[in-house]
């Protein structure tokens, strides 16, 4: 069995042990405010395209690694590789983000076959064994997928923005809602699984779209199908610990962190510590929160945002992030300066 000490910080922490200086991740670390990723994207047709190439992937994951002392890599691809393997046409819009066919202008939704999307989703593990192979020993690597119901809302509207259409879908179509989930659980927890199994030490579930649910509506679009989805790995037989970030989803984080099953919970930006404490588990280990834009900004505002983090999760386990992604008006220096910061401590 291997020394706790030996495993790389971020294990640790999700393990629940406070660990000083925390581990710093950044979600969105490999991504266009870096101008060698804005060159690689470049050579590939379209970003689905790019996702589905184990070279290119594997270089956007090692691109930020090597200008920063991160403590984890990520596997560089999108929540929407899962639809598109189920069949649902995917593309990206330059400036506006993912599009799809939407299911709610279908009167008979056709969904796919678990077993065959993971089968088309093999170039997306092939690039985790690269990732993994690359690593320095103390790096550890992040697999991820989607919640079922944020790439839900995605299949059903076509678009992110504003999820109205998704929500009225719960109420107007829950037997066809249900059997949606139903399949994004089974091919999630498939996909997850094949991630660690090909080297992921960890794993994050993005409930992107968490934000405006009444309580019974998360109650039967988050909590239950992400507990059925966690359920699902430990049956196939995954152990790695798996952080919850339900974004923007307010005061139901504490149903969340504690009905789900989930190891560790990503806090984001709109929350306090002091609220995650008392919401989570006692000892959960904690993720988050600093504002992204503080990294477009920089200087004292980026140090005095990022010192406040620091000091507010200090009696935790904490693994510092953003509260949301890195966005591409962000400088390679500024976070550099940020893992400096954290790096020292308090």
């Not at 939704?109 to 064994?129: F, H, M, N, S, T």
């Not at 992040?142 to 923005?161: D, H, K, N, S």
């Not at 900004?297 to 200090?314: C, P, Q, T, Y």
């Not at 009696?315 to 400088?331: C, D, K, M, R, Y």
């Amino acid at each position: 069995m291997a020394d706790p000490e030996s495993l790389p910080a971020l294990l640790r922490v999700l393990n629940g042990e406070r660990v000083d200086p925390p581990p710093i991740w950044v979600m969105r670390q490999a991504g266009r405010y870096l101008p060698e990723y804005r060159e690689l994207r470049t050579r590939s047709k379209s970003f689905l395209d790019f996702c589905y190439s184990p070279a290119l992937a594997t270089e956007a994951v090692m691109q930020p690694l090597r200008r920063f002392p991160l403590d984890a890599a990520i596997l560089f691809s999108d929540i929407l590789v899962v639809p598109d393997a189920l069949g649902q046409k995917v593309w990206f819009v330059e400036g506006e983000g993912p599009r799809l066919t939407p299911l709610l202008g279908e009167t008979n939704w056709q969904l796919g076959d678990p077993e065959k999307a993971i089968q088309r989703l093999a170039p997306v593990y092939e690039a985790v064994e690269r990732i993994k192979a690359n690593l320095e020993p103390g790096v550890a690597l992040i697999g991820f997928a989607g919640g079922p119901w944020t790439v839900a809302t995605y299949m059903l509207q076509g678009r992110g923005g504003e999820k109205d259409e998704a929500r009225r879908a719960v109420y107007e179509r829950p037997e066809d809602v249900d059997a949606l989930i139903n399949v994004l659980v089974e091919t999630t927890a498939q996909h997850l699984a094949a991630q660690v199994k090909a080297g992921a030490d960890c794993l994050q579930i993005f409930e992107s779209w968490a934000e405006g649910l009444p309580p019974s509506v998360f109650q039967r679009v988050i909590i239950q199908p992400t507990r059925r989805l966690i359920e699902r790995l430990r049956t196939l037989g995954v152990t790695v610990p798996i952080v919850g970030f339900p974004r923007g989803a307010g005061a139901q984080i504490g149903a969340y962190a504690n009905e789900t099953g989930i190891n560790a919970l990503g806090v984001d930006t709109q929350t306090t510590a002091d609220f995650a404490f008392e919401v989570a588990p006692e000892g959960m280990a904690l993720q988050g929160n600093l504002d992204p834009q503080t990294l477009v900004v920089g200087g004292n505002a980026l140090e005095h945002a990022a010192r406040e983090v620091l000091i507010a999760f200090k009696s935790a386990p904490h693994i510092f992030n953003l509260g949301h992604g890195i966005t591409p008006q962000a400088t390679p220096e500024n976070l550099a300066h940020l893992v400096r910061v954290v790096k020292g401590g308090v």
